[in-house]
T-cell receptor
Framework: GAVVSQHPSWVICKSGTSVKIECRSL??????MFWYRQFPKQSLMLMAT?????????EQGVEKDKFLINHASLTLSTLTVTSAHPEDSSFYIC???????????FGPGTRLLVL | AQSVTQLGSHVSVSEGALVLLRCNYS??????LFWYVQYPNQGLQLLLKYTTGATLVKGINGFEAEFKKSETSFHLTKPSAHMSDAAEYFC????????????FGDGTTLTVKP
């Protein structure tokens, strides 16, 4: 149980385009989802916390207009990187957590490369 | 505020040897503690967690960790390393009033030599 998927697993796009990444909880209802960014050989950096049906809470320094998060259902959250630039290239990981639980379950990650 | 310190960014052991990965935390309230493993180009997989109760917790793949409140530690151990244990390991802390937000350590790269 507690499986989280991400799609796509990797994406290459041109500078200036927008990219949408999906995060799905496959066998449980995720009231909260988290979006992380991870640079090579570094730890996870929390970007935002997404609660179903409400606006995402962004961490300090993360541009909410740049990284649009939508948590429209209890099994799906999306992260859209708008007007992507090469510096946005990174590994993006989501996690999902059920209501009243303390454990996050992580997706496999999405590698984004902006040319 | 909560924080996590993983001592040793790289640990190298021989196959069959004891694995010890260190994690110390600071938290103003009782913590929830987690160990995750990450293989290249993959997400994080939960190894084990401590929330309440027994301070020695057992996880997958033969790993275990002991919560020591007096030492504010949650070190990860495995009696005998296997080649497949080579990966990146992250310790994380959260607590029950922060909506699940976790603070992660910087990670420890485990290398297993044949």
């Amino acid at each position: 149980g507690a499986v989280v998927s991400q799609h796509p697993s990797w994406v290459i796009c041109k500078s200036g385009t927008s990219v949408k990444i999906e995060c799905r909880s496959l066998d449980f209802q995720a009231t909260t989802m988290f979006w992380y960014r991870q640079f090579p050989k570094q730890s996870l950096m929390l970007m935002a916390t997404s609660n179903e049906g409400s606006k995402a809470t962004y961490e300090q320094g993360v541009e909410k207009d740049k990284f649009l998060i939508n948590h429209a259902s209890l099994t799906l959250s999306t992260l859209t990187v708008t007007s992507a630039h090469p510096e946005d290239s990174s590994f993006y990981i989501c996690s999902a957590m059920a209501s009243g639980k303390e454990t996050q379950y992580f997706g496999p990650g999405t590698r984004l490369l902006v040319l | 505020a909560q924080s996590v310190t993983q001592l040793g960014s790289h640990v190298s052991v021989s196959e069959g040897a004891l694995v010890l990965l260190r994690c110390n935390y600071s938290s103003s309230v009782p913590p929830y503690l987690f160990w995750y493993v990450q293989y290249p180009n993959q997400g994080l997989q939960l190894l084990l967690k401590y929330t309440t109760g027994a301070t020695l917790v057992k996880g997958i793949n033969g790993f275990e960790a002991e919560f020591k409140k007096s030492e504010t530690s949650f070190h990860l151990t495995k009696p005998s390393a296997h080649m497949s244990d080579a990966a990146e390991y992250f310790c994380a802390v959260s607590y029950n009033t922060n909506a699940g937000k976790s603070t992660f350590g910087d990670g420890t790269t485990l290398t297993v030599k044949p």
